[in-house]
């Protein structure tokens, strides 16, 4: 940042690797937002649906519960 | 930033070097764990909360490894089994590592929070601290016990799984904490034993290395010794049942037996370390099938197959 004189443009394969590697890592970040985003709606919605606190004898049968 | 060479391109950080700055092989042996202490756990959790948990131990663990590269990164550099991690080989700045570590342990701990509860987020929050600061930073360079008290970081996931469940600590969780921290020394012992040149190189009091092959044998079958009742406490304490409790005496039994063979020996030059190197590859198996007998335990006591 502090040496301006000794940049040179980038070569035309320079942009395009840069580009490249730019492009690949926002497709993964878009996925993994996109994928959160999903999972906390998802989240939401069972928490929404549950009872109020978790009871013995709650949701599906089980076995004795054993500690 | 470097100055060296002003004409060379600086590349952002391939986004498969932040995935491999996770370990995911190790993250494998998390989400296992982490799944079976679930699975066995009495109780039932909505499947996309189990989803969301398990997600969260293991982005946890990615973030705690990936803080671990960025402190490391210098001794990673002279050992050639991690000369080629992200940092050590230039792909990737190291305040970036830093910058993605506390990211993922912020974000997987909130999370953890937020859908489970505060309890299991509390302790996912811990076990990053322990084995990133704790462990990496503190221990790790100062004591040749450091696989000891760094098996303990190993050892969380299927408690958190099991308290993800439950939502509260009982026995039995802290029984299969104890049962990983137990069995972590031997099976990294004899590891270190057959690549403890590498250690030395980089100035990590490794058992080996400080302590000498013998006593680094005599300990590898202390710990398997003590891991033998410990893994068949669960089902003497009615945890569990036949099922496991005899699965975990032939598991462990076999574990001690090849320990024995470890132990007691005397390596000389070019023998190949065939049992050392046996006992290694057998830990790695034990440790999962003794995790998926607890959970045919638990579903065989769940569908009256046993008592």
């Known amino acids: 940042m502090t040496q301006p004189s000794d940049i040179r443009p980038l070569t035309t394969a320079e942009t395009d690797a ?30 929404i649906a549950e009872k109020p606190k978790h009871e013995a004898g709650e949701g599906v049968a089980t076995a004795p519960v054993h500690s | 930033m470097s ?34 202490g679930m699975l066995a756990a009495p109780g039932t959790i909505h499947p996309v909360l189990a989803f969301t948990a398990i997600l969260c131990i293991a982005v946890g663990a990615g973030g705690a490894a990936a803080l671990n590269q960025w402190w490391e990164a210098d001794l990673d550099a002279v050992m050639k089994r991690t000369a080629k991690r992200p940092i050590p080989d230039g792909r ?16 997987s701990v909130m999370t953890m929070g937020l859908a489970i509860s505060w309890l299991a987020a509390g302790i996912l929050a811990f076990s990053i601290f322990y084995y990133a600061y704790l462990y990496t930073v503190w221990l790790k360079p100062r004591t040749p016990q450091n696989i000891v008290i760094g098996g303990g970081a190993g050892a969380f996931p299927p ?11 009982t026995w039995m969780p802290v029984l ?3 049962i990983i921290f137990m069995w972590t020394p031997p099976h990294f012992w004899a590891l ?55 699965s975990a005496l032939l598991l462990s039994g076999l574990f001690l ?11 000389a030059t070019g023998d190949g370390m065939k049992p050392e190197k046996r006992l290694f590859a057998y830990s790695i198996f034990y440790l999962f099938i003794l995790f998926a007998m607890l959970v045919a335990d638990r579903f065989a006591t769940v569908y009256g197959i046993q008592a």
């Open chain 1, 18 to 47: 840069l580009r490249a590697r730019q492009r690949e890592r926002n497709k993964v970040m878009g996925l993994i937002l996109g994928a959160l985003a999903v999972l906390f709606f998802a989240i939401s919605i069972v928490k």
């Open chain 2, 3 to 36: 100055t060296a060479n002003p004409q060379a391109l600086i590349m952002p950080a391939d986004w498969r070097d932040f995935f491999a700055l996770t370990k995911p092989g190790v993250m494998r042996l998390v989400i296992f764990t982490a799944v079976c």
């Open chain 2, 92 to 107: 990737m700045e190291r305040s970036s590592a830093r910058d993605f570590g506390f990211a993922l342990s912020g974000l």
């Open chain 2, 159 to 169: 408690l958190i799984g099991w308290i993800a469940v439950t939502g509260h600590i």
């Open chain 2, 176 to 178: 299969l904490f104890l």
């Open chain 2, 192 to 246: 270190a034993l057959f690549v403890q040149i590498d250690y030395s190189k980089a100035g990590i009091p490794m058992m080996p290395v400080v302590a000498g092959e013998r006593s680094t044998r005599r300990q590898i079958l202390a710990y398997a010794a003590v891991l033998l009742p410990l893994s068949m406490t669960p089902w003497f304490i009615g945890g569990t049942g036949m099922i496991y409790g005899l």
């Open chain 2, 257 to 267: 037996w090849l320990s024995i063979k470890v132990g007691l020996r005397t390596s």
